[in-house]
């Protein structure tokens, strides 16, 4: 509290809040009587989130921050100007304030405690009426914030793990990229060799159907046991070796690589003659790169295929009310939550049933719920479990579930585990609302059914759709 003594409060502030705008002086003087005047010097903290609140505060001057606590962090939510009132919902509801109330600058206040703002609301309708007016529009912000935080969390750990995904094989198409630079490089320096050598034509004609024998064998064979590729790499070695091949032994594993024998070597040397060194660079590049390019292919086709999970999973340039299969929205969630099951032991199991027809829904939001549900799946296991998607008929509707194998959620926490801004997670690792957006998407958007059954090792969450989808 500041130094300075506040000055004495009187009828004409409590006026300019709006609280009392509709209470004469009469019933007004009531409440001069148990105001308890305040002050807090900038940075001073007004209320602690999550304590008790000792009763409601009228910010008579200066202005007051709203900050959110989250673990470790802090986001400011926004400001108090003077004159207003805080804290009335949580002291009529008994609940304690879900933000921190920190003095922006040097603030004026007057305390109104919990047990006496209680007995004169309630006694002067007017008042209360005005505190409940304003409990929707501050808790439709609430939850507004927490969803929209929610979101951003989601969109976060998303986007952090595909960039993860993403990172190898781009590092692998960047490596084999650069390496097909150097291969191309020495085949054009090939040219030249043959040139220089004095390679007859008919000769030139065999080197080429050597090379084009050599990449067929690549292409064809299966890879070689540790074993057998060293002992070809080294026989192939010692053979270049003797015919005074320069650095034989680093052309030697793509030969051996390749399948290629002391047979092909031979045939080799017999039409190259003396540019027999660069006829086997120019075959070894040829194998460098056609191995090169099937790897920039994969690389490629890798990245290509998380991209595409990412508009299937946000259904891009398919509009908010889709046709679609059902299983396309299971399974490219757990393409896009693919970082953190690898860093698990976590089984998937899949159980479809593939006769199920097209689906009427608004696809990116029923991603939201396979995301949630598969989210909590993987953190109720930790590192080790089975995770089993299901699913098949249930009437005239169709039911897809989720169950893990998991320690099940408590007996005491199933009735109240959709309940908005409940979570059993620590503070700042959930808001409780994933559930509850969860089983509104479903509910209120498709017509259908989201409940859950669990004992320990058993946790099953159903959503149950209607075929005609929703309206």
Same mark, same amino acid.
């Given at each position: 509290?500041?130094?300075?003594?506040?000055? #004495?409060? %009187?009828?004409?502030?409590? /006026?300019?809040?709006?609280?009392?705008?509709?209470? !004469?002086?009469?019933?007004?003087?009531?409440?001069?009587?148990?105001?308890?005047?305040?002050?807090?010097?900038?940075?001073?903290?007004?209320?602690?989130?999550?304590?008790?609140?000792?009763?409601?505060?009228?910010?008579?001057?200066?202005?007051?921050?709203?900050?959110?606590?989250?673990?470790?962090?802090?986001?400011?939510?926004? !400001?108090?100007?003077?004159?207003?009132?805080?804290?009335?919902?949580?002291?009529?509801? /008994?609940?304690?304030?879900?933000?921190?109330?920190?003095?922006?600058?040097?603030?004026?206040?007057?305390?109104?405690?919990?047990? !006496?703002?209680?007995?004169?609301?309630? @006694?002067?309708? #007017?008042?209360?009426?005005?505190?409940?007016?304003?409990?929707?529009?501050?808790?439709?912000?609430?939850?507004?914030?927490?969803?929209?935080?929610?979101?951003?969390?989601?969109?976060?750990?998303?986007?952090?793990?595909?960039?993860?995904?993403?990172?190898?094989?781009?590092?692998?198409?960047?490596?084999?990229?650069?390496?097909?630079?150097?291969?191309?490089?020495?085949?054009?320096?090939?040219?030249?060799?043959?040139?220089?050598?004095?390679?007859?034509? @008919?000769?030139?004609?065999?080197?080429?159907?050597?090379?084009?024998?050599?990449?067929? /064998?690549?292409?064809?064979?299966?890879?070689?046991?540790?074993?057998?590729?060293?002992?070809?790499?080294?026989?192939?070695?010692?053979?270049?070796?003797?015919?005074?091949?320069?650095?034989?032994?680093?052309?030697?594993? #793509?030969?051996?690589?390749?399948?290629? !024998?002391?047979?092909?070597?031979?045939?080799?040397?017999?039409?190259?003659?003396?540019?027999?060194?660069?006829?086997?660079?120019?075959?070894?590049?040829?194998?460098?790169?056609?191995?090169?390019?099937?790897?920039?292919?994969?690389? %490629? @086709?890798?990245?290509?295929?998380?991209?595409?999970?990412?508009?299937?999973?946000?259904?891009?340039?398919?509009?908010?009310?889709?046709?679609?299969?059902?299983?396309?929205?299971?399974?490219?969630?757990?393409?896009?939550?693919?970082?953190?099951?690898?860093?698990?032991?976590?089984?998937?199991?899949?159980?479809?049933?593939?006769?199920?027809?097209?689906?009427?829904?608004?696809?990116?939001?029923?991603?939201?719920?396979?995301?949630?549900?598969?989210?909590?799946?993987?953190?109720?296991?930790?590192? %080790?479990?089975?995770?089993?998607?299901?699913?098949?008929?249930?009437? #005239?509707?169709?039911?897809?579930?989720?169950?893990?194998?998991?320690?099940?959620?408590?007996?005491?926490?199933?009735?109240?585990?959709?309940?908005?801004?409940?979570?059993?997670?620590?503070?700042?690792?959930?808001?409780?609302?994933?559930?509850?957006? @969860?089983?509104?998407?479903?509910?209120?958007?498709?017509?259908?059914?989201?409940?859950?059954?669990?004992?320990?090792?058993?946790?099953?969450?159903?959503?149950?759709?209607?075929?005609?989808?929703?309206?």
């Amino acid at each position: 509290m500041g130094a300075v003594t506040p000055a #004495p409060l %009187t009828l004409e502030e409590l /006026r300019l809040v709006d609280l009392f705008d509709d209470i !004469d002086d009469g019933l007004l003087g009531e409440w001069l009587q148990i105001a308890q005047l305040e002050c807090r010097d900038a940075g001073e903290l007004i209320v602690e989130q999550g304590a008790a609140l000792a009763g409601v505060h009228l910010l008579l001057e200066g202005t007051a921050q709203t900050i959110k606590v989250l673990g470790e962090r802090t986001e400011p939510v926004g !400001d108090q100007h003077a004159p207003t009132w805080m804290g009335a919902i949580g002291t009529l509801t /008994r609940t304690p304030l879900s933000v921190r109330m920190v003095a922006r600058t040097e603030c004026r206040l007057a305390l109104l405690p919990a047990d !006496d703002f209680l007995r004169l609301a309630l @006694a002067q309708p #007017p008042v209360h009426a005005r505190v409940m007016h304003q409990v929707a529009p501050v808790m439709q912000r609430v939850a507004s914030i927490e969803a929209g935080r929610d979101r951003l969390e989601s969109l976060g750990t998303m986007a952090a793990g595909l960039a993860h995904e993403l990172n190898n094989p781009a590092a692998a198409a960047k490596r084999a990229a650069a390496q097909m630079a150097d291969a191309l490089d020495i085949l054009s320096a090939s040219l030249g060799s043959f040139v220089d050598a004095g390679v007859e034509r @008919a000769d030139a004609q065999q080197l080429v159907d050597l090379q084009q024998e050599a990449l067929a /064998r690549k292409c064809s064979l299966t890879a070689l046991g540790a074993l057998d590729a060293a002992d070809a790499e080294d026989a192939l070695a010692d053979r270049l070796d003797e015919l005074g091949v320069s650095g034989g032994w680093e052309l030697a594993e #793509p030969l051996a690589a390749a399948g290629l !024998d002391e047979d092909w070597l031979q045939r080799l040397a017999d039409h190259s003659g003396p540019g027999l060194d660069g006829a086997l660079r120019w075959v070894a590049a040829s194998l460098t790169a056609r191995g090169l390019a099937l790897e920039l292919q994969e690389s %490629t @086709a890798r990245m290509s295929s998380l991209v595409g999970a990412v508009k299937q999973y946000t259904y891009m340039d398919r509009g908010s009310l889709v046709e679609a299969d059902l299983h396309e929205g299971l399974e490219t969630t757990l393409i896009v939550l693919g970082h953190k099951l690898k860093q698990t032991q976590i089984q998937v199991v899949r159980d479809y049933d593939r006769s199920l027809p097209p689906l009427m829904m608004r696809g990116s939001e029923l991603n939201q719920v396979w995301t949630n549900l598969l989210d909590n799946a993987i953190d109720a296991l930790g590192d %080790t479990g089975t995770i089993t998607i299901t699913t098949g008929w249930d009437g #005239p509707c169709v039911v897809a579930q989720v169950s893990d194998d998991g320690d099940g959620i408590p007996a005491d926490v199933l009735p109240r585990i959709f309940d908005s801004f409940f979570t059993t997670k620590d503070v700042g690792s959930g808001t409780g609302l994933g559930l509850a957006t @969860a089983r509104q998407i479903v509910v209120d958007r498709h017509a259908g059914s989201l409940t859950v059954d669990s004992e320990p090792g058993a946790t099953t969450f159903r959503v149950r759709l209607p075929v005609s989808g929703p309206a």
